[in-house]
Structures are given as structure tokens and as C-alpha cells.
Nanobody
Framework: QVQLVESGGGLVQAGGSLRLSCAAS????????MGWFRQAPGKEREFVAA????????YYADSVKGRFTISRDNAKNTVYLQMNSLKPEDTAVYYC??????????????????WGQGTQVTVSS
């Protein structure tokens, strides 16, 4: 069992930056692919970014490519999402998720086994 706790959300102006963190419990964090998803009001949960267990492979949604960077520190059981050049359309609840397959490249919510509670990101125009 893995427990995930997100932090770092908040209110920021368009063009600003935020860094989200997701702290994981358990000894198996370093074997999991980790992902970030987001869900805006009235919309489905969508893929944002993912990183393989080793950190060597990353995946991004086209809408965030070049602006967001996912990284991980396996020694700290933590995955990060650095978000730059934020836009109002990035406003959503951001969720951290863990996939027991270490490098599946999965981009659909159903492929992930564990989820955090989410953290709100609001970008004002």
C-alpha cells in the first residue's frame, strides 16, 4: 500500500510559477512510475505528466510540454511538478498517482493504482 500526499498548490497570476510536491509512504516508491493528473470543474481528469521509476523517462501532455517539468527524488520518496508560465486554463485540482508498473508510459487514470487527495492550483488572469 502506498499513501500519497500532495502539497504546493495555491493562487498565482498568469505567467507565474508553482512547484507541486507529492510525498509517498512505503519502501516501494522507487519502483513505481509516478504521474500527475488534473481535473477542472465539470471536466474529466486528464493526464499532465509522468516519470519512470528511474527518472530517466518522462512523458508530458502536449498542453504542458515546455512549461512543466516532472522530476523525482527516490531517496526522499518524493515526486515534483515544476509549473512555469502558468495560464488560467491550468486551473484545476492536481493529483499525484502511482503505477506499480515502473515504466508503463500510462497516461490514463485507470492505469494508476494509488492516488493522493489533490491540491488546488488557481491561475488568475
Amino acid at each position: 500500500q502506498v499513501q500519497l500526499v500532495e502539497s504546493g498548490g495555491g493562487l498565482v497570476q498568469a505567467g507565474g510559477s508553482l512547484r507541486l510536491s507529492c510525498a509517498a509512504s512505503g519502501r516501494t516508491f522507487s519502483t513505481y512510475q509516478m504521474g500527475w493528473f488534473r481535473q477542472a470543474p465539470g471536466k474529466e481528469r486528464e493526464f499532465v505528466a509522468a516519470i519512470s521509476w528511474s527518472g530517466r523517462t518522462t512523458y508530458y501532455a502536449d498542453s504542458v510540454k515546455g512549461r512543466f517539468t516532472i522530476s523525482r527524488d527516490n531517496a526522499k520518496n518524493t515526486v515534483y511538478l515544476q509549473m512555469n508560465s502558468l495560464k488560467p486554463e491550468d486551473t484545476a485540482v492536481y493529483y499525484c498517482a502511482a503505477d506499480r508498473r515502473g515504466n508503463s508510459g500510462a497516461k490514463i487514470p485507470g492505469a494508476y493504482d494509488y492516488w493522493g487527495q489533490g491540491t488546488q492550483v488557481t491561475v488568475s488572469s
